[in-house]
């Protein structure tokens, strides 16, 4: 693992974001880990998540002009990461949008920024990939260019339903469906050589192992 992937997944367990044990999964599925971003409900822990937001953008070489923030999520994430990348030195505008449209003031469902050039949108996960198409409709309709997906944690795991597993996981659709990257702050590989170096949680790597045989993508 790179160092700032490293620092991620540590400071997602410190932060007990990322907890080890039984719980079931969006799909039904019993996973030994869970990833919860909604608890980097702090201060610190925000300002310090945005800045590995901002980090991983910047480093990945993407050019873009602008964050988009599906709702809920995604708000204070685009918000929290614009303020982490002007402290960068590279101001740059957010918009976000509303789950229902306001029929006042300025109306419509999008707030911040207009829409334009090439767009990065920014969440925690990707499960379904729903919110992303929705978020690509909406750039697109704009007239604007959505450049990427960032994400805090790819959980590189194939879907599928009725039984049967998809051979790409909600990522690689999403990357494979709209033509643009997924860049995510951290992955499943990463964890898992984040288990298999630390010690004190080296019982769950057999789990962790076993769940990424049975549901994992390469």
Same mark, same amino acid.
């Given at each position: 693992?790179?160092s700032l992937?490293?620092?991620?997944?540590?400071?997602? !367990?410190?932060?007990? *974001?990322?907890?080890?044990?039984?719980?079931?999964?969006?799909?039904?599925?019993?996973?030994?880990?869970? +990833?919860?971003?909604?608890? +980097?409900?702090?201060?610190?822990?925000?300002?310090?998540?945005?800045? &590995?937001?901002?980090?991983?953008?910047?480093?990945?070489?993407? %050019?873009?002009?602008?964050? &988009?923030?599906?709702?809920?999520?995604?708000?204070?994430?685009? @918000?929290?990461?614009s303020? /982490?990348?002007?402290?960068?030195?590279?101001?740059? @505008?957010?918009?976000?949008?509303?789950?229902?449209?306001?029929d006042?003031?300025?109306?419509?469902?999008? *707030?911040? /920024?207009?829409?334009?050039g090439? *767009?990065?949108?920014?969440?925690?996960?990707?499960?379904?990939?729903?919110? *992303?198409?929705? @978020? !690509?409709?909406m750039?697109?309709?704009?007239?604007a %260019?959505?450049c990427? !997906?960032?994400?805090?944690?790819d959980?590189?795991?194939?879907?599928?339903?009725d039984?049967?597993?998809?051979?790409l996981?909600?990522?690689?659709e999403? @990357?494979?469906?709209?033509?643009i990257?997924?860049i995510?702050?951290?992955?499943?590989?990463?964890?898992?050589?984040?288990?298999? #170096?630390?010690? #004190?949680?080296?019982?769950?790597?057999?789990a962790v192992?076993?769940?990424?045989?049975?549901?994992?993508?390469?």
């Open positions: 693992m790179n992937r490293q620092e991620f997944i540590a400071f997602s !367990v410190e932060a007990g *974001v990322l907890k080890f044990g039984q719980f079931t999964t969006k799909a039904g599925r019993q996973s030994p880990y869970f +990833f919860n971003a909604g608890l +980097f409900h702090d201060g610190a822990t925000l300002a310090r998540l945005a800045d &590995f937001y901002a980090q991983t953008l910047l480093d990945s070489g993407v %050019e873009f002009d602008m964050l &988009f923030g599906p709702a809920y999520k995604g708000i204070t994430l685009a @918000s929290a990461t303020m /982490a990348l002007a402290g960068k030195g590279r101001n740059t @505008s957010f918009a976000y949008n509303r789950k229902e449209a306001k006042h003031g300025e109306g419509g469902t999008l *707030v911040g /920024a207009k829409l334009q090439k *767009v990065v949108i920014i969440d925690d996960v990707i499960s379904a990939g729903t919110s *992303v198409r929705e @978020s !690509v409709e750039i697109r309709a704009a007239g %260019e959505p990427a !997906v960032l994400i805090a944690l959980r590189m795991e194939r879907g599928g339903k039984g049967q597993l998809s051979p996981s909600a990522v690689q999403v @990357s494979q469906n709209y033509g990257p997924v995510s702050i951290g992955s499943l590989a990463d964890l898992f050589g984040y288990l298999a #170096a630390d010690p #004190a949680l080296a019982q769950y790597k057999d192992a076993a769940y990424r045989d049975q549901y994992g993508v390469a």
